[in-house]
């Protein structure tokens, strides 16, 4: 069984701080690991993702997340706020179920408010 | 650019109405999905298709059905909508080969809104 847990609902900060996004994860298998954003009324789009490779993963807009098998967290970080970065944010793992399949479990969500 | 496209972003239907949600994607993708989306509950996955005509139940498949008749396109179903499936409906869709499959990136569609009324 695998699980995420978003440790805050909310977040926020001001414009130009620094923005950090806290994401546990359990997994018995090696898993992927995600960060989409959503912004109102909008699909979800990838921001990045960690599969293996290094732990230390960058994605767009200037966010980046570090995968910490020790600590089973992959936190998102961006070093400055900027208004458009106001959106909600979700924490995804994946793990290979077989016959090409994989299971993707869903954090519930971090929405970040910043302020001008 | 990969293109996950939901014909109808509002809808308003009756209860007892049969309500489809069509999603097309065009980057030749095995794998689709259907997600619910409610506020505090996150995605709840709906059900899963792996190829065509195959189907999986996900966590919430009551009162849903699907139909996957062409690779590139995924139905959702509601045989008889009810207020309870007042919602965002939320297509994706991603490869599904198995080499590294658990990281393939997953594309969303921008949502179908749906209202029961």
């Known amino acids: 069984a695998q699980s995420v847990t978003q440790l805050d609902s909310h977040v926020s900060v001001s414009e130009g701080t620094p923005v950090l996004l806290r994401c546990n994860y359990s997994?018995?298998?090696?898993?992927?690991l995600f960060w989409y954003v959503q912004h109102p009324n909008k699909g979800l789009q990838l921001l990045l993702k960690?599969?293996?490779?290094?732990?230390l993963v960058k994605g767009i807009n200037g966010f980046e997340a570090e995968f910490k098998k020790s600590e089973t967290s992959f936190h998102l970080t961006k070093p400055s706020a900027h208004m458009s970065d106001a959106a909600e944010y979700f924490c995804v793992v994946s793990v290979l179920r077989g016959a090409g399949s994989y299971q993707l479990t869903f954090g519930k969500g971090t929405k970040l408010s910043v302020i001008p | 650019d990969v293109k996950v496209t939901q014909s109808s972003r509002y809808l308003v239907k009756r209860t007892g109405e049969k309500v489809f949600l069509e999603c097309v994607q065009d980057m030749d993708h095995e794998n689709m999905f259907w997600y619910r989306q409610d506020p505090g509950l996150g995605l709840r996955l709906i059900y899963f298709s792996y190829d065509v005509k195959m189907k999986e139940k996900g966590d919430i498949p009551e009162g849903y059905s699907v139909s996957r008749e062409k690779k590139e396109r995924f139905s959702l179903i509601l045989e008889s909508a009810s207020t309870n499936q007042t919602s965002m409906y939320l297509c994706?869709?991603?490869?599904?080969?198995?080499?590294?499959?658990?990281?393939?990136?997953?594309?969303f569609g921008e949502g179908s809104w749906l209202t029961v009324v």
């Open positions: 994706a869709s991603s490869r599904g080969d198995r080499a590294g499959a658990s990281g393939n990136t997953i594309y």
């Open positions: 997994s018995s298998y090696s898993p992927s």
């Open positions: 960690y599969t293996s490779a290094a732990t």
